[in-house]
T-cell receptor, first 112, second 113 residues
């Protein structure tokens, strides 16, 4: 049974601070890891993906992967009120476009 | 800007009625997924197709749900008969072997009374 766990929150962070979102997964065969952002009433949109251990940076976002510990995290620097959303962690076992297993998401609130 | 298109956006129906949801994947994407999202369960994978062939529908209640892909530009998800517990947002997503991330449509919000 593939499981992806996230703290549901809400996680409240002051504007301009760093928001840290964490995710753990149960399947050691997981190879691809994704972070999606979902605004209320909208569809999930891809923020970042990471395949290798270590950090991957894209603008204000940094994804971190530690396969030995089976966790992946997302850091958002200089948090903005527009970053307030639910962040979904997703993992995929194997290559190719197979189905993603999603966590239930962390609700992030950026306080102005 | 290529996107996945889903219809209808909203559907309200009475218990026992048939519901059909449609999805047009991004041109060139060969894999189509159906997900269901509820507050309690989050996003659950119902079924997916590759090159129009069904690969996995283990997440789908077989007695009432059916998914098909009659051609490369259309995927359908049917519920017959619908029940109140089917109320959820149903998302279609598409992807390709080269482009691993999935791209989601805007979803169909289904309410069964």
């Amino acid at each position: 049974q593939k499981e992806v766990e996230q703290n549901s929150g809400p996680l409240s962070v002051p504007e301009g601070a760093i928001a840290s979102l964490n995710c753990t997964y149960s399947d050691r065969g997981s190879q691809s890891f994704f972070w999606y952002r979902q605004y209320s009433g909208k569809s999930p949109e891809l923020i970042m993906f990471i395949y290798s251990n270590g950090d991957k940076e894209d603008g204000r976002f940094t994804a971190q992967l530690n396969k030995a510990s089976q966790y992946v995290s997302l850091l958002i620097r200089d948090s903005q009120p527009s970053d307030s959303a639910t962040y979904l962690c997703a993992v995929k076992v194997g290559g190719g476009a197979d189905g993603l297993t999603f966590g239930k998401g962390t609700h992030l609130i950026i306080q102005p | 800007d290529a996107r996945v298109t889903q219809t209808p956006r909203h559907k309200v129906t009475e218990m026992g009625q048939e519901v059909t949801m449609r999805c047009q994947p991004i041109l060139g994407h060969n894999t189509v997924f159906w997900y269901r999202q509820t507050m309690m369960q989050g996003l659950e994978l119902l079924a997916y197709f590759r090159n129009r062939a069904p690969l996995d529908d283990s997440g789908m209640p077989k007695d009432r749900f059916s998914a098909e892909m009659p051609d490369a530009t259309l995927a359908t998800l049917k519920i017959q008969p619908s029940e109140p517990r089917d109320s959820a947002v149903y998302f279609c997503a598409s992807g390709s072997l080269r482009d691993s991330p999935l791209h989601f449509g805007n979803g169909t919000r289904l309410t069964v009374t």
